[in-house]
Antibody
Framework: QVQLVQSGAEVKKPGASVKVSCEAS????????INWVRQAPGQGLEWMGW????????KYAQKFQGRVTVTSDTSISTAYMEVTNLRSDDTALYYC????????????WGQGTLVTVSS | QSVLTQPPSASGTPGQRVTISCSGS????????VYWYQQLPGAAPKLLIY???QRPSGVPDRFSGSKSATSASLAISGLRSEDEADYYC????????????FGGGTKLTVL
C-alpha cells in the first residue's frame, strides 16, 4: 500500500537548520507531487511548498520564500524539506503529502515529524 | 486571519446530522474546488472530500460536501463517536501568496 514515511523528531537551537525527509513507497514517485505543510502546537494547517519530483520544479508560499527548500532524490523515492535560520515559532509538526497535480487533492500523508526549536 | 473561515467548534449527539461551514470570497471559493480533511486526535490529516463533493474510496457516504458561490459545507449524517476530530477545508488558487490555503479548522465534539 502507498506509504510516506518521514524522518524522526528533531530538536534544534534558534538559528540552526533542519532537514526532514519523506520516503515514498508502493507507487511511482515521479508521478505525484510532494507537498509540505506544518501544524504548530494546537494550531491549524499551513502550506509551505511543493515539488514535482519528475521535473524538480518547486513552488513555495511567499511566507517561506528564501528560508525553505524542497528537494527530491528520485533514485531513492525520497523528498526533503529544509528550513534554515530556525526560530521558536517554527516549532511544529511537519507533514508531507502526495498529490497527482499541484492543484489536486492530497490523498496520502506522512505520519508527521516534530521539530522543536529551543535554546 | 485565514482566507477561509470556519467555526472553531461544532457538536452533535450520536445519530444527528451536523454541518461545518467554510466561507471565503467569491473569487476564492467560487472559482476553485474545495477540499475537506479530517484529523483524528494524534493523527495525520486524511482526505475526506475532494473537488467540492467527491468522496475517496473508503470514506462513508455519511460524509458529504457542497459548495455555493462564497461558502462550502461539510455535512456528517448519522453522527458517530469516531467522527470526533478536527476538520479543515482547503482550496488552491494561484492568485494567493500561499497557493494552498486552509481554514482554521473546526473541532467536532460528539456529545
Amino acid at each position: 500500500q502507498v506509504q510516506l514515511v518521514q524522518s524522526g523528531a528533531e530538536v534544534k537551537k534558534p538559528g540552526a537548520s533542519v532537514k526532514v525527509s519523506c520516503e515514498a513507497s508502493a507507487y511511482t514517485f515521479t508521478g505525484y507531487y510532494i507537498n509540505w505543510v506544518r501544524q504548530a502546537p494546537g494550531q491549524g494547517l499551513e502550506w509551505m511548498g511543493w515539488i514535482n519530483p519528475n521535473s524538480g520544479v518547486t513552488k513555495y508560499a511567499q511566507k517561506f520564500q528564501g528560508r525553505v527548500t524542497v528537494t527530491s532524490d528520485t533514485s531513492i523515492s525520497t523528498a526533503y524539506m529544509e528550513v534554515t535560520n530556525l526560530r521558536s515559532d517554527d516549532t511544529a509538526l511537519y507533514y508531507c503529502a502526495r498529490s497527482l497535480g499541484y492543484d489536486r487533492e492530497w490523498d496520502f500523508w506522512g505520519q508527521g515529524t516534530l521539530v522543536t526549536v529551543s535554546s | 486571519q485565514s482566507v477561509l473561515t470556519q467555526p472553531p467548534s461544532a457538536s452533535g449527539t450520536p445519530g444527528q446530522r451536523v454541518t461545518i461551514s467554510c466561507s471565503g470570497s467569491s473569487s476564492i471559493i467560487g472559482s476553485n474546488y474545495v477540499y475537506w480533511y479530517q484529523q483524528l486526535p494524534g493523527a495525520a490529516p486524511k482526505l475526506l472530500i475532494y473537488r467540492n463533493n467527491q468522496r475517496p474510496s473508503g470514506v462513508p457516504d455519511r460524509f458529504s460536501g457542497s459548495k455555493s458561490a462564497t461558502s462550502a459545507s461539510l455535512a456528517i449524517s448519522g453522527l458517530r463517536s469516531e467522527d470526533e476530530a478536527d476538520y479543515y477545508c482547503a482550496t488552491w488558487d494561484d492568485s494567493l501568496s500561499a497557493y494552498w490555503v486552509f481554514g482554521g479548522g473546526t473541532k467536532l465534539t460528539v456529545l
